[in-house]
Nanobody
Framework: QVQLVESGGGLVQAGDSLRLSCAASGRTFRYYVMGWFRQAPGKEREFVAAVTSRGGSTDYADFLKGRFTISKDNAKDTVYLQMNSLKPEDTAVYYC?????????????????WGQGTQVTVSS
């Protein structure tokens, strides 16, 4: 089992920045992918970004247009999501996800473990 704990969410104004963190604990894997998804009110959960544990390959949702950056600290088993130029439409619950495989994927079903989520609210 892998436990994921997100932090860093909150209420910000449009144009502000925020950094989310996700710390993993429990069973260890040599190769894995950690990603971020989000779910806005009344909408389905959608992929945001993902990063591999080895090599640091990344993938992003097209709609981000360079505003978000995913990074990792393997020593701390932690992944970060730096969110810049936030917009009201970025308001959502952000979930951290873990995949015990090296292949990057945007598919929700490909991830094995999930965090409880952290709320991000962007006011206009």
């Amino acid at each position: 089992q892998v436990q994921l704990v997100e932090s860093g969410g909150g209420l910000v104004q449009a144009g502000d920045s925020l950094r989310l963190s996700c710390a993993a604990s429990g069973r260890t894997f040599r190769y894995y992918v950690m990603g971020w998804f989000r779910q806005a009110p009344g909408k389905e959960r959608e992929f945001v970004a993902a990063v591999t544990s080895r090599g640091g390959s990344t993938d992003y949702a097209d709609f981000l247009k360079g505003r978000f950056t995913i990074s990792k600290d393997n020593a701390k088993d932690t992944v970060y999501l730096q969110m810049n130029s936030l917009k009201p439409e970025d308001t959502a619950v952000y979930y951290c996800a873990f995949r015990s495989d090296m292949k990057l994927t945007m598919r929700e079903d490909d991830y094995d473990y999930w965090g409880q989520g952290t709320q991000v609210t962007v006011s206009s």
